[in-house]
């Protein structure tokens, strides 16, 4: 004890000197950089295989944390699959690698060849469910630190099927609903990793934050107009693993409020096993309550999906006014013009479209001795201008095209009550035009889904190019037979893969294009 004293003491003296007045303080050397690559391989830790040749990849990486150090040459992956004697056999169809026996040796020159292999394993004839064995994997190179991985090879495989749950037609707004849900196991084998169950809901459906296994995410706020909200949920190896060819079902449901702004709202699920070391993600905000469990399914149920994704919808005892606007301003010469038009969502549901698919479209026709030159295309979710295309026929449509009358403004990912999705044509005039009115009409979209719109009467406006472009006038739609416009294969406009925050010239018109990707 005394001896411990005495260091610490010494220690304390030493950091009091350094703090003194006068003392020249030194500075810890740095970190040396390193000489040499850090090589690192990366392999599944575990893989099932059956009878059937499964497909497996290894691949391998170097770094240098900016030393600029010579680069790897020489590079040897050695696959040694003895393990898996009497377990399963391991094949690798590359010309780089060489075969003695079960012992691969994959040779690149440099860096600058494909830094991967595949390979194939299939159960041995006669192994038994749940035989193991282990694949070993040696990387060395000149110039770089060798790596060594590790997969574990399991017979037999679990495999998951979720229940088919039913949709949920006239919900009320405001009321409650229970979600259950339950898996089968149509493998051979029981599960043997963590399990990850996944709801993704698009339309305004609020979870209840329950579970403490559960994270959640997306809006907390039945009043909020945003539409995305999800549930994931872990449940360990051990008492929650499920047997082949057993069904189970959550201990308790999960359970939804239907918010005021639902129209139709959209709630895919899934089911899968986790890696040993994989971060299952999810939301944010952690549920408060016990844990949810998997427990032995009874009754029958309503069957089972085919895999481990499934789809219901909830369509509420609810309405969309979308109206139409349309403004034409004068453009910098004469002749030009900027017509600004707009879908108006004036509530109460907030409305969402379907897989990429559009909820509504503005369906535009120029007057005569006026045509399109160009349009703005801004394709973030939230961004101020959506996109136009070309009308071909009541239900096709076309890549955008200047040099034409009548175009689909498609709203594609949706309107919160309250808020719009505005386009914007830019228009020429020819020297005949007379004044001659135009009209935009809000209309259902290819997703198919019901406006139950309560006003028809401000679904179209008239426009014209001159004085009386001031003050559009509202008038009755005329009904389209099928009620609603499709998109053709070509869908979207040609100019989406185009660069962000870029212009492109087609034909005559530019398009100006603004492009961010959209996350749940």
């Known amino acids: 004890m005394n001896g411990k004293c005495t260091a610490l003491g010494a220690a304390l003296a030493a950091v009091l000197l350094a703090l003194a007045p006068g003392a020249t303080a030194v500075a810890a050397d740095p970190s040396p950089l390193p000489t040499q690559a850090y090589a690192s391989i990366d392999a599944e830790d575990q893989l099932n295989v059956g009878s059937a040749m499964e497909p497996a990849t290894v691949s391998w990486s170097f770094a240098d944390d900016g030393a600029q150090v010579p680069l790897p040459t020489n590079i040897v992956l050695v696959i040694d699959a003895r393990g898996l004697a009497g377990v399963a056999n391991l094949s690798v169809d590359d010309p780089r690698c060489k075969a003695d026996g079960q012992v691969f040796t994959c040779v690149n020159k440099d860096v600058y060849q494909r830094q991967s292999v595949d390979f194939t394993l299939r159960a041995e004839t006669g192994a038994a469910l749940g035989d193991s064995g282990t694949i070993t994997y040696t990387l060395t190179a000149d110039h770089a630190t060798g790596a060594t991985a590790h997969t574990k090879a399991v017979v037999g495989a679990p495999r998951l099927a979720v229940g088919k749950l039913p949709d949920v037609a006239d919900a009320k707004v405001g009321s409650r609903l229970d979600l259950p849900l339950r898996l089968r196991n149509t493998g051979n084998l029981a599960t043997d990793r963590r399990i990850m169950l996944s709801w993704e809901s698009v339309g305004g459906l609020v979870f209840d934050e329950k579970f403490s296994n559960c994270t959640y995410g997306g809006s907390s706020d039945s009043d909020d107009p945003g539409s995305q909200a999800s549930v994931t949920c872990v449940f360990p190896v051990g008492p929650d693993s499920v047997p082949a060819g057993a069904d189970v079902e959550l201990s308790s449901p999960l359970s939804a409020t239907v918010g005021k702004r639902v129209l139709t709202d959209v709630?895919?699920?899934?089911?899968?096993?986790?890696?040993?070391?994989?971060?299952?993600?999810?939301?944010?905000?952690?549920?408060?309550?016990?844990?949810?469990t998997l427990v032995r399914a009874s009754g029958a149920g309503d069957g089972f999906e085919d895999g481990a994704e499934g789809r219901f919808t909830v369509s509420a005892d609810n309405s969309a006014d979308l109206a139409s606007g349309a403004t034409a301003k004068p453009g910098r010469k004469a002749g030009e013009w900027t017509l600004d038009?707009?879908?108006?969502?004036?509530?109460?549901?907030?409305?969402?479209g379907i897989d990429n698919k559009s909820v509504a479209v503005v369906d535009v026709v120029l007057p005569k001795g006026a045509v399109v030159t160009g349009t703005a295309h801004d394709e973030e979710e939230d961004g101020p201008y959506g996109p136009c295309l070309l009308w071909v026929d009541d239900t096709r449509t076309a890549p955008f095209e200047a040099g034409h009358r009548h175009y689909v403004c498609t709203v594609q990912f949706?309107?919160?009550?309250?808020?719009s999705q505005d386009f914007q044509l830019w228009v020429k005039t020819a020297k005949g035009y007379d004044g001659a009115t135009g009209t935009a009409t809000v209309r259902p979209g290819p997703a198919g889904i019901p406006l139950h719109d309560p006003d028809a009467s401000n679904d179209s406006v008239t426009f014209?190019?001159?004085?009386?472009?001031?003050?559009?006038?509202?008038?009755?739609?005329?009904?389209?037979?099928?009620?609603?416009?499709?998109?053709t294969g070509a869908g979207h406009p040609a100019f989406v893969a185009t660069a962000s925050a870029g212009a492109l010239l087609v034909g005559t018109a530019l398009l100006l294009v603004r492009r961010r990707r959209r996350s749940l």
């Not at 949706?414 to 808020?419: C, E, K, P, S």
């Not at 190019?465 to 998109?487: K, R, V």
């Open 414 to 419: 949706g309107i919160a009550a309250g808020r």
């Open 464 to 487: 014209a190019f001159g004085t009386s472009a001031a003050s559009p006038t509202p008038t009755t739609p005329a009904t389209p037979a099928d009620g609603a416009l499709a998109a």
């Open 267 to 292: 709630v895919d699920y899934s089911a899968r096993l986790l890696k040993p070391n994989e971060q299952p993600g999810g939301g944010s905000r952690q549920g408060t309550g016990p844990a949810l």
């Open 341 to 352: 038009l707009d879908a108006v969502n004036h509530g109460p549901a907030s409305v969402y």
